[in-house]
């Protein structure tokens, strides 16, 4: 094991003014500040001419998980309030689209909200759905780790949990915007290329995208593809430890078509723009994937956090001869995408193989994307973030863009 482990948290703090979080969207997506930073030299320009920077016939890829609706607010009969989050399903299925096409009753692994004022028994609400109204139920399992496991039925029980969900939930934003979740965030936290229920929090670096960026970047014929990866609450949750040895990284399930990988391939000598963190860390999880099966470990897709820096890993091998070894892999067993799931944890030092070119907004302190960023482009994390503190930009989930270009 190399170095990473010894890594201190304190060195990846910085100063953040409330008032530099971003709390509201901007009027227009696209009209958020861009951050350039390129062989040591930061820029400035308006996200909307994103496209003048990216280089032309390069592939960029996002991540098209949804945003569920994962925020239930439950009220006891005494009077307390009762708010449940919604983190992953549990039965019965955990397979996460199936999940929302299940009927009375569903369990799912929940955080719980004011948890001491709720000891046993179930609470209800009533809801509408479709005009008819619907009795909704919650009752508390058993702890889970730090969440519970929550049974939740409805009566009728005919409906899909996602129509729950949709009729009932709240959007689950951020708990640093220290606000309730209002109409427009519904349309705002959401990227416009969303397609698949999945995520408790938005893969923010795509909120900037508007139909109009997307057909400048056809114009500098830049290719795109999609990945999923549905985010997680962990992904909001610092680290409280002095080295990262000791933080445990939250896991994250992912999907990724055949098409895509083959994309890939066929794009090796073009730049890899990657919209967001999620969408790195599913592209570099998919490598070491590959790694695994070109040393004949058992092909299961799970990536551990301490993976890529493991020596057995470090192959000598081409992208392309791994990628390529995960296509026979799924040739093999018939399948025309892979689901898995990573860890990933991706600090200073990291060898990326696959992103050349990172957009994403601005990170918590102390936070494992602040780390992802400083293996991207190394100490000059400090000399970007500086700059758009000097430079009025807005930070966090709602705030502005960075176009990272990779230190080689």
């Known amino acids: 094991m190399i170095s990473q482990k010894s890594i201190l948290i304190h060195d990846f703090d910085y100063m953040l003014p409330l008032e530099r979080i971003a709390k509201f969207p901007l ?19 308006s996200f909307c001419h994103i496209n003048d920077h990216l280089p ?14 994962a925020r239930l607010q439950f009220q006891k009969e005494s009077g307390g309030k009762i708010e449940i989050f919604c983190l992953e399903p549990k039965q019965p299925t955990s397979e996460i689209q199936l999940a929302f096409q299940q009927r009375s009753p569903v369990i799912w692994k929940c955080l719980i909200g ?24 919650a009752k508390r399992i058993e702890k889970e780790g730090e ?7 409805w009566n009728p029980s005919h409906y899909h949990f996602s129509q729950l969900l949709e009729s009932a939930g709240l959007v689950p934003l951020p ?31 795509g909120l900037h995208f508007t139909d109009e960026v997307f057909e400048k970047l056809k114009k500098r014929n830049i290719h795109s593809d999609k990945v999923i990866l549905h985010v997680g609450a962990g992904t909001f949750k610092p680290v409280s430890t002095n080295s990262i040895e000791d933080h445990e990284m939250h896991t994250e399930k992912i999907i990724i078509q ?9 794009k090796q000598d073009e730049k890899i723009v990657v919209v967001g963190t999620t969408t790195l860390r599913t592209l570099e999880s998919l490598y070491w994937f590959g790694a695994k099966l ?41 399948l025309s995408e892979l689901q898995g799931e990573t860890q990933l944890m991706i600090a200073s030092g990291y060898q990326f193989k696959i992103a ?53």
């Open 27 to 45: 009027p227009k997506r696209d009209q958020s500040k861009l951050l350039i930073y390129k062989q040591g030299e930061i820029s400035q320009d």
């Open 147 to 153: 969440a519970d496991l929550v049974e939740f039925s």
């Open 356 to 408: 050349d070119i990172l957009i994403t907004n601005f990170h918590q302190p102390k936070s494992t994307l602040l780390l992802l960023v400083s293996a991207f482009i190394g100490d000059d994390w400090k000399k970007a973030y500086q700059y758009a503190m000097d430079n009025e930009f807005r930070f966090l989930s709602y705030g502005d863009s960075c176009l990272f270009f990779r230190e080689k």
């Open 294 to 334: 070109m040393i004949n470990e058992a092909p299961v897709f799970s990536i551990h956090q301490w993976d890529p820096y493991r020596e057995k890993y470090q192959l000598e091998n081409s992208l392309t001869e791994v990628l390529e070894k995960i296509i026979k892999f799924m040739n093999q067993n018939d």
């Open 56 to 69: 032309e016939n390069s592939l960029i890829l996002f991540n098209e998980t949804k945003v569920i609706q």
């Open 114 to 137: 004011n948890s001491k004022r709720w000891k046993s028994g179930s609470i209800k609400k009533l809801i509408k759905i479709d005009r008819q109204e619907v009795e909704f139920f």
């Open 258 to 266: 055949k098409s895509t990988i083959k994309k890939l391939i066929e």
């Open 175 to 205: 708990p640093y915007l220290n606000r309730e979740a209002e109409k427009e965030d519904k349309e705002r936290y959401q990227t416009i290329y969303a397609q698949h229920d999945g995520s408790v929090a938005a893969p923010t670096a």
